[in-house]
């Protein structure tokens, strides 16, 4: 959930301040090396979001389905594995085509 929170925020203080003077002047008035850098961290941080969205859906589907064996399966260094695989393939997602 904090690593779902961490995207949301991300989305919100970097993607959308220069989406929102985008909308206002109808053209792109920061520097013009600024918007590769800003559609990749929007494709990033979106990205982030919905596979953390995923991953806390397995996370429960596997605690509904075998409650016993969750603790087992699910632990503390393969969740951290999980958030680190996330964002790493957002990240790989949006910064490797620039």
């Not at 559609?39 to 596997?62: G, H, T």
């Not at 969750?70 to 790989?92: D, E, V």
Request: with cysteine; proline share 4%; glycine share 4%.
């Amino acid at each position: 959930l904090v690593s779902l929170f961490m995207s949301d925020l991300m989305v919100g203080l970097v993607v959308m301040p220069p989406a929102m003077l985008n909308q206002l002047y109808g053209r792109w008035v920061l520097r013009g090396d600024f918007c590769s850098l800003w559609a990749s961290f929007d494709v990033m941080c979106c990205s982030a979001s919905i596979l953390n969205l995923c991953l806390i859906s397995l996370d429960r589907y596997l605690l509904i389905t075998s409650p016993l064996r969750y603790k087992l399966r699910m632990t503390s260094c393969r969740a951290l594995a999980l958030i680190l695989t996330t964002w790493t393939l957002a990240a790989l997602a949006s910064f490797l085509p620039i």
